[in-house]
Every structure is written in structure tokens, then in C-alpha cells.
């Protein structure tokens, strides 16, 4: 019985001692294991600031893709080109003279990631192939459902990437929703009066990209909408 005690005893002070020995994991250890932020985007434009929030998580290829143009500094000194009431502003892509910046190669639609066109989220704006969306990116500025995604078959129903929101500087893009538009270089209608320049756009937290206005134009100009102000029927345009 005496010897049955001492050897449980003996298997007890290697565990006791380990539990004493062993350290609580330093604020730092916990933090490395914490997932990280979503990178917040600020637009600094000449009506107003916008800070967006975006998902990476929802839209990988169209955030990352987003974020380099905002890394290289490409959207510094663009326009918010198209502006309709009760529908969406849109940019992202043209110089002060209404000239396209040449762009990198296209992403993969993420339309199909189940997020929603609602108001203050921010989308991908490409052409009728759902496949051709690069730098322009649109505001929605009311619940527009019907650009969600509803299926495969055509461009009409793969609908827009959202990948972001609007977490500040709403009331800002309404502002430049309710300015005077017009017809202006290659197009129709829906060029707010007077211009809105993105002065800078950066990633919060990291320092802020060095002006790309030596950047070349494209080649030729992206395929436009020439829907008229107000019909909700026009899509954003390719970019």
C-alpha cells in the first residue's frame, strides 16, 4: 500500500512542476494570433473625405486589386466622373481633361460572394463582361438589389462585386450626387458640375503613395453608357 501511495506521488510532482513552469502567453503572443483588421481605404476629394472599409475576406482579388491601384498611387488627381441621383457615383479612372489612365489587366468578377449593392457599399464597375472590371469602382447610393449577383448566364445577371463599404463621408457623396451634371469630353450626361477630383487615396496606416499623374493614358477609352440621367436602367460602366 505504501509503496502504491509513493509512486503515485512520484507521477504527480513532474506535472505539478510543469504547471508551476509554465507561463502565460504575452499580450504580443496573443496578438499575432488575432486575426487581422480590415484595411480601411481614405479618398480625399475635393467636395469632401470618404473612408471605406473593405473585405477581404468577401472579395479577395477585387480588394487586393483595389488596394495596389491605391498603393501606386494611381487615383491621385481622378475624377468621380458619373454622378446620378438616386442611383450610384462613380470613378476612378479618368485624369482632370477627361482622359482614361491606362490600366492593369483585368480581375475575376466576385459577384457571386453574396454580398448586396446597398446603399454605401462600394462595387467593381466593368462592362458587359462580367470579367472586365480594373480600376473604376461606384457608390451606391440607394438599396440596388437588382445589380447582385442572380446567376451565370449573362453579363445582365452576374451583377457587381461589392467589396467595401462606406464607414465615413456618406453625406460627402450624397453632396456630390446633388451637384449639377452635364455632358462633358466623351460623354453624354452625368459629369457633376464643377469636376470632383480624387486628390489622394492611401490605406490607412501606411504612409501615403507618391502622386502617379506621369501615368500614361489607355490606348483607347473604355466602352461607355450613354443612358441618360436618372434611368436607373444604366450600368456602371467598364473600368
Request: proline share 9%; glycine share 8%; charged share 20%.
Amino acid at each position: 500500500m505504501f509503496k502504491t501511495v509513493l509512486a503515485a506521488l512520484l507521477l504527480l510532482v513532474p506535472l505539478s512542476l510543469q504547471a508551476q513552469t509554465a507561463k502565460p502567453a504575452s499580450p504580443a503572443e496573443a496578438a499575432t494570433t488575432a486575426p487581422a483588421p480590415p484595411p480601411q481605404v481614405l479618398l480625399k476629394t475635393s467636395q469632401g473625405d470618404i473612408t471605406l472599409e473593405l473585405y477581404p475576406d468577401k472579395a479577395p482579388k477585387s480588394v487586393a486589386n483595389f488596394l495596389q491601384y491605391v498603393r501606386d498611387g494611381f487615383y491621385n488627381g481622378t475624377l468621380l466622373h458619373r454622378a446620378i441621383p438616386g442611383y450610384l457615383v462613380q470613378g476612378g479612372l479618368y485624369t482632370r481633361d477627361l482622359q482614361p489612365k491606362r490600366t492593369r489587366p483585368a480581375v475575376a468578377s466576385e459577384a457571386d460572394n453574396g454580398l448586396s449593392n446597398l446603399r454605401g457599399t462600394v462595387a467593381v464597375a466593368r462592362g458587359a463582361d462580367p470579367n472586365s472590371g480594373t480600376a473604376q469602382f461606384f457608390f451606391n447610393l440607394v438599396d440596388n438589389r437588382r445589380l447582385d449577383f442572380v446567376g451565370s448566364q449573362s453579363g445582365l445577371t452576374w451583377g457587381y462585386a461589392v467589396f467595401g463599404k462606406v464607414i465615413k463621408g456618406m453625406d460627402v457623396i450624397d453632396k456630390i450626387a446633388a451637384l449639377p451634371s452635364r455632358a462633358l469630353g466623351p460623354f453624354a450626361g452625368d459629369v457633376p458640375n464643377p469636376l470632383v477630383v480624387i486628390e489622394n487615396a492611401h490605406v490607412i496606416g501606411e504612409e501615403p503613395p507618391a502622386s502617379a499623374s506621369s501615368a500614361a493614358p489607355a490606348e483607347a477609352a473604355p466602352a461607355r453608357t450613354t443612358a441618360s440621367k436618372g434611368k436607373k436602367s444604366a450600368k456602371p460602366a467598364k473600368g
